[in-house]
């Protein structure tokens, strides 16, 4: 089997100009946890958030992907804070829900993020600090703007890689590791109940050359496109429900399209489906442990050929909030 079948297998990389997939994780969290996918989030609100977060995809598979995040993000030079001991159980539609800053002010965010993906004998490793604004618009819009940088490292260990042909010429021995610059952006628009953003990951392409005895092979990471929405639907005091949208695209690729609903009790219960467009269905459930602690999972279920050999994938979150004055379980986004 020569290198080229082999990461067609693989499904994760981009040979020459006739192959591509998805090559960054998947997930069915990130409504809980959108800055891994958007560094304007960065500092979005008055609390330092961090995130813990491990997926196993397609349960049963040997060499199915395996994705962990460690994320952490918190407002910096700002003043309008919350004066501790506020009491303001929830950000909700109704009395309850605090403005939003004076127009015409602004505030920064710093944050950070790990993350961890392997897929056969194919690891990507990324590391990146990200920093955003946080604008105050007339009529209490606030709009968003950030960007990460860091770096990723991606490593192919041919050892782990079995062909038809005992040490065939094509597979070089070993473990071979690349690190290159990383980059991503994103911008985000909120207003009460509503919000709406947009990112890029890997903004430009990232080449990945690797030597082989016959030659080089010319692997690239292209850019990942992120477009989402949602908005809180107060059903009564205490409860709500959270429609949202998430569209996902990379260039030569075909699209992916995710949508749920979830339903929120007290902001500190929630539980919802979700779809992924011919690829996969499943739930999500979460709680709020105390103000500053939360836990969510999702099961997915694959309705395409790949259910033939999967039971599903899994996934599971731990967020804790710092410096949480108001005793926030739950902000308009719903994470």
Not at 62 to 72: I, K, L, N, R
Not at 235 to 241: G, H, M, P, Q, T
Not at 272 to 294: D, P
Request: net charge positive.
């Amino acid at each position: 089997m020569n290198l080229r079948i082999i990461l067609l297998c693989l499904g994760c990389m981009f040979l020459g100009s006739e192959l591509v997939a998805q090559q960054l994780p998947q997930g069915s969290l990130y409504s809980m946890n959108p800055f891994v996918v958007n560094p304007a989030m960065t500092g979005a609100y008055d609390f330092g958030d961090f995130r813990i977060s491990y997926r196993k995809q397609w349960q049963g598979l040997d060499g199915a992907p395996v994705t962990g995040f460690v994320s952490g993000h918190t407002p910096v030079a700002y003043g309008n804070k919350v004066r501790k001991g506020t009491q303001s159980p929830r950000y909700s539609g109704g009395p309850t829900y605090r403005p939003a800053p004076p127009s015409g002010t602004f505030r920064w965010g710093l944050g950070g993020l790990f993350m961890y993906d392997k897929t056969g004998p194919t690891e990507r490793n990324t590391l990146q600090m990200t920093a955003a604004a946080h604008f105050s618009l007339p009529d209490q819009w606030q709009l968003s703007l950030g960007g990460g940088a860091g770096v990723l490292q991606y490593v192919v260990n041919f050892n782990e890689i079995t062909t038809a042909t005992a040490n065939d010429p094509l597979i070089p021995d070993g473990r071979v590791s690349l690190v290159k610059p990383y980059f991503s952006l994103g911008m985000m628009v909120r207003k009460g109940n509503f919000w709406g953003g947009a990112s890029v990951l890997s903004p430009r392409p990232i080449d990945l050359d690797y030597g082989i005895p016959s030659g080089t092979a010319d692997n690239r990471i292209l850019p990942h496109y992120f477009i989402t929405a949602s908005y809180r639907v107060e059903l009564s005091e205490d409860w709500a429900v959270l429609p949202q949208v998430w569209l996902k695209g990379m260039k030569k690729a075909s699209k992916s399209v995710d949508s749920q609903v979830r339903v929120q009790y007290s902001d500190r219960i929630w539980a919802g489906v979700h779809y992924r467009v011919k690829e996969s269905m499943g739930a999500q459930f979460g709680l709020a442990l105390l103000a500053n602690t939360t836990v969510s999972y999702a099961y997915e279920y694959p309705i395409s050929a790949i259910r033939l050999v999967s039971t599903g994938s899994h996934e599971i979150m731990v967020g804790i909030r710092f410096n949480n004055r108001s005793a926030v379980f739950c902000p308009p986004m719903g994470w």
